[in-house]
């Protein structure tokens, strides 16, 4: 009963910059933190970023100082804002998020994916 669905993807030159969106929907108690993952082909599932219910954040090394995550708790969505994109930022990136369905059930949800290719 829960979703969470990712947009924003796309095709960008090296330098360019994209936001990603991630809404949860359905039947939400509560959403706790919220992550961002990255995969590039060939390549082991890495975390970008990381939201708190109160804001707090944390970045990979790889992207830290051009990525910025931010969170609207009353819209239950998550941006990835990303700046300076380098080709070696290219993969599908997934959302991530602990959710709540009533006060004792939560349980762990990934969105589907959107490609990001950075190339020119």
């Known amino acids: 009963q829960v979703q969470l669905v990712e947009s924003g993807g796309g095709l960008v030159q090296p330098g360019g910059s994209l936001t990603l969106t991630c809404a949860a929907s359905g039947s939400i108690s509560s959403v706790r933190s919220m992550y961002w993952y990255r995969q590039a082909p060939g390549k082991q599932r890495e975390l970008v970023a990381s939201i708190t219910a109160g804001g707090q954040t944390k970045y990979g090394v790889s992207v830290n100082g051009r990525f910025t995550i931010s969170r609207d708790n009353a819209k239950n969505t998550i941006y990835l804002q990303m700046n300076d994109l380098k080709p070696e930022d290219t993969a599908v990136y997934y959302c991530?998020?602990?959710?709540?369905?009533?006060?004792?059930?939560?349980?762990?949800?990934w969105g589907q994916g959107t490609q990001v290719t950075v190339s020119s």
């Open positions: 991530n998020a602990n959710v709540y369905t009533s006060y004792y059930n939560g349980d762990n949800y």
